[in-house]
């Protein structure tokens, strides 16, 4: 436990940390796509980063980013995960099979960005009706009156 | 309270029906409830799969309320999105206010007044303590306990107006500013706070007999809907609803802001993981938040109750993300900035759409009319699940 999680983290997978950074006062990672979903299950079953708080779709233009907010319930500690996924296809491991909470929060970036999310179980669009075209948060949507 | 017609055990209660109990010949009904049911409070679709009275799976369906908030907030300035703030959960926009304040206020290093953060606390408080009287009357209504109804709102009245004074609105307060608060509280308002939180409690205590010396409602929550510790928190479940399974969470306690790190309070848990004991944990919490406010008004220094901003806001490209204790759980702000005058981009974690989620969890197994209990016992405001 005296080890930081994202010094644990950066040991255990020193190639697939791309960035460390501090967010006023909050480790964020900046982890490859293709190791997401083992850092996400050592972040849960090693680190005990068990509260699955929130997750976040961001349109950076030439790149997608996804945020995974983590927190711990036994260390009282906050971890942000950050992966950047490809601006035409934005393609990413779902983190449902890790925290059953992704869940809906991975939906609300598929629904909003076009984020795709492989292997989750039921990926549909959760706030926007069904017959939707396009994805509103990014940027270059162009707004209908 | 001690009827031993009531202390059944809660396993025992949970009803599992198999097919072959009721003959092969079991048809599976799919039964919707809302989006216009009164006791969905608000604009939420259950789709509920039925054998019999039994339900065996709950599909939720949600966005019938969505306003595009946070499309909205890259639009505008950043003193331009306090006004939408208050309309996301809009029974607490005092807290909705602070911490999308307090997200902009980390990114610019802002330091705010001592005089505002205490302001910020007793306001909060305050507005806590108006959420949960409108959750107690409507989950009492929700279960046949009409008079309740109305005592909470004459309370909640007294709140609304104490806000009126200090800000001219009666729900959507805009309070808050980046920096600290505009105005400073008006004459005599702390009095007639202290007046108020010194009273309160014993009106609660006359309320909450009314319910738990109620053998009516005892039966309909003692039990029912029960949400595992280790379930809740793989839903990211906050707020009451997981102080009701157990684990003590709650962020004044986990990461102080404000000037909760300085003040004495104790977080209520209950270990009942049913409807009950979420109904526990909120009263709990009220007679909480009155303690709050009034070690808030005995400290509340003299000084400014605002820092200096300047008139137009360019945090440095960067990102942040803060969290406060909403009445509905762990309310967050993921806000990243690109330097210009406007949000880049600025995500809401709403407690009330992770709370949400552990619904069809909660359902499975117990009746329909329960399904009207347990969805009442989470709290849930879809302005804040929709946004």
Aim: glycine share 8%.
């Amino acid at each position: 436990m005296s080890v930081p999680a994202e010094e644990a983290i950066r040991q255990r997978y020193p190639d697939a940390i791309e960035d460390f950074r501090d967010a006023a006062g909050m480790p964020l990672l900046t982890v490859s796509g293709d190791s997401i979903l083992t850092v996400c299950r050592q972040a849960k079953e090693e680190l005990g980063f068990d509260f699955f708080d929130c997750l976040s779709g961001v349109d950076q233009k030439d790149r997608f980013e996804v945020v995974y907010h983590l927190w711990s319930t036994t260390r009282n500690e906050s971890l942000l995960l950050k992966v950047i996924l490809d601006h035409d296809e934005p393609v990413v491991d779902s983190a449902t099979p890790v925290w059953v909470g992704a869940d809906w929060h991975e939906r609300e970036a598929y629904d909003l960005y076009g984020i795709l999310f492989a292997g989750h179980p039921d990926l549909r669009r959760i706030l926007l009706p069904d017959d939707f075209e396009g994805y509103p948060m990014r940027k270059d949507y162009l707004e209908t009156d | 309270m001690d009827d031993p017609t009531l202390t059944l055990d809660p396993e025992k209660l949970r009803t599992t029906v198999k097919g072959d109990a009721l003959g092969d010949n079991l048809q599976e009904l799919l039964v919707n409830m809302g989006p216009q049911h009164p006791s969905t409070h608000g604009v939420l679709r259950l789709l509920l799969h039925m054998e019999g009275e039994v339900v065996t799976d709950a599909v939720v369906h949600i966005g019938y309320l969505h306003r595009a908030m946070e499309k909205l907030c890259e639009r505008r300035n950043y003193f331009q999105v306090i006004p939408l703030t208050d309309r996301n959960d809009y029974l607490c926009a005092m807290t909705n206010n602070q911490v999308y304040c307090q997200a902009v206020e980390k990114l610019m290093g802002l330091e705010v007044p001592d005089r505002a953060h205490f302001i910020r606390v007793i306001v909060m408080e305050l507005n806590r303590i108006a959420s949960h009287l409108i959750w107690l009357g409507t989950f009492a209504l929700d279960l046949g306990a009409m008079s309740v109804f109305l005592y909470c709102f004459r309370e909640r009245e007294k709140i609304l107006s104490f806000f009126e004074e200090i800000c001219g609105a009666r729900l959507t307060y805009s309070y808050m500013r980046i920096g600290g608060v505009p105005w400073d509280l008006p004459e005599g308002w702390g009095d007639r706070v202290r007046a108020f939180v010194e009273g309160f409690p014993g009106y609660l205590e006359e309320n909450d007999q009314l319910l738990t010396g109620n053998e009516i409602f005892l039966s309909r929550t003692r039990g029912i809907g029960l949400l595992e510790p280790e379930v809740a928190v793989d839903y990211g479940c906050s707020g009451p609803t997981l102080r009701g399974s157990g684990v003590a969470y709650d962020v004044r306690k986990a990461e102080p802001y404000a000037v909760y790190d300085r003040l004495d309070f104790d977080v209520p848990v209950q270990h009942t993981q049913d409807c009950l004991g979420r109904y526990l944990v909120r009263v709990a919490e009220m007679r909480e938040s009155c303690r709050l406010v009034r070690q808030s008004l005995d400290l509340l220094p003299a000084g400014d109750v605002m820092a200096k901003t300047p008139k137009t806001l360019r945090p440095a490209a960067s990102e942040v993300y803060t969290r406060v204790e909403s009445p509905r759980g762990v309310l967050g702000v993921y806000l990243v900035s690109d330097g210009t005058t406007s949000p880049y981009r600025l995500k809401w974690r709403a407690p009330s759409f992770s709370n949400l989620q552990a619904i069809p969890h909660m359902c499975r197994g117990w009746k329909i009319a329960d399904v009207v209990a347990i969805l009442g016992s989470i709290d849930v405001v879809l302005g804040d699940v929709d946004r």
